[in-house]
């Protein structure tokens, strides 16, 4: 018998892919495996082209029973060598929250975002400093 996805988690993604879809440049790959680690690998691209500059983003239902994020974030993420995150969807209101898995940092490194489990609102303006702080990053690695 094939496992169905929950209701919420399978509105949750497709509410993710809809506020992603609002920047242009962003090019939304969905992994195609049994079980990815990410559901979303996305792209900041240039002129709809795929330049490699990504960012993972893992979906959830924020009526999901979302106590220890931190400690299931690590234990999971740890090895991550790009930025994530985490966004949730509220399905009573559609309201989309963020927390970073793995935070760009001013001196190219990533970090854990160790606040508890705070969240921030996920909107036009926190989706463009999502991907501004991404070019960012991606603009401090040197290339060996």
Request: glycine content about 6%; proline content about 3%.
């Amino acid at each position: 018998m094939e496992n169905k996805k929950d209701f919420n988690k399978w509105r949750a993604e497709k509410l993710g892919y809809v506020y992603f879809s609002r920047l242009a440049d962003l090019i939304i790959n969905e992994p195609n495996f049994k079980e990815p680690l990410f559901d979303y690998l996305i792209d900041i691209g240039e002129n709809h082209k795929q330049t490699g500059r990504l960012f993972g983003v893992e979906v959830k239902s924020y009526n999901e029973d979302n106590g220890n994020l931190n400690g299931l974030l690590r234990s999971e993420y740890e090895n991550i060598a790009f930025p994530a995150l985490l966004v949730m969807f509220d399905n009573a209101n559609d309201h989309g929250y963020y927390k970073w898995i793995k935070k760009p940092v001013g001196d190219g490194q990533l970090a854990f975002d160790t606040a508890k489990n705070d969240v921030e609102k996920l909107d036009d303006k926190s989706l463009n400093n999502i991907v501004t702080e991404v070019k960012d990053w991606y603009s401090r690695q040197h290339v060996a």
